[in-house]
């Protein structure tokens, strides 16, 4: 449901427009697929701290996997939840995703 975004992440190289285009294409999709449309904006939101960050900043190797694996940890949390999940699942992940963006 949502994997397509990560995949297109991956193939793009996982650059700062490559995450900037993950999160146009999300935020594209809410108007479609309004179920769906607080993951999705969650998603956008991940994707665009990343480029608020590391937009003209150095992004080591180190940083770049990581938060490569933290947006697809997030990315298939959502999807697990929402292609299938009941209801509390998907509050559920979507209340975790939040957590995990919320500033500290």
Known sequence: MFESLIKDLNE???SVRAYDACGRAARA???GEP???AALLLISYATQRFVE?????PLTVKE???ELDE????VRLLDAAFSGGSEKA?????NDVAGR????
Do not use: M
């Open 12 to 14: 793009a190289g996982g």
């Open 29 to 31: 999709r809410i108007t």
């Open 35 to 37: 179920r769906n449309a």
């Open 53 to 57: 960050a590391y937009d003209d900043q």
């Open 64 to 66: 770049a996997a990581e």
């Open 71 to 74: 947006i697809t940890q997030i």
């Open 90 to 94: 998907k509050l559920d992940a979507l």
């Open 101 to 104: 963006l919320a500033p500290t």
